[in-house]
């Protein structure tokens, strides 16, 4: 019997985990199976200072393959600049309302 999970809810980090500053293009590798991203930016510039250049993913440290821009976490990223407080972590619900 093929059963549905339903989620309600998704909570995901605003911050990079490396610079733990605001992600401005949330990306994670395609093999990542989870919801939080790390900053574009940062990662790259740290894999390029890397002599090893081991690229994997800071998060759960498989390896990357290609990187992808996750576009959930990018719009849920642009609703949270437009407010006047930068929360930690973003709840989102599956009717479209953010908790801060």
């Known amino acids: 019997m093929d059963e549905e999970l339903e989620i309600e809810a998704l909570t995901v980090s605003c911050y990079d985990p490396f610079t733990k500053k605001l992600?401005?293009?949330p990306v994670k590798g395609e093999k990542c199976v989870h919801i939080n991203c790390f900053d574009l930016k940062t990662f790259l510039t740290f894999e390029w200072n890397n002599l090893e250049r081991l690229w994997v993913c800071p998060l759960c440290k498989k390896e990357l393959g290609t990187l992808k821009v996750?576009?959930?976490q990018l719009r849920i990223l642009s609703?949270?600049?437009n407010l006047n407080k930068l929360p930690l972590k973003v709840t989102y619900h599956k009717n479209g309302k953010i908790d801060l």
């Open 23 to 25: 992600i401005q293009i």
């Open 70 to 72: 996750d576009r959930f």
């Open 79 to 81: 609703a949270v600049k």
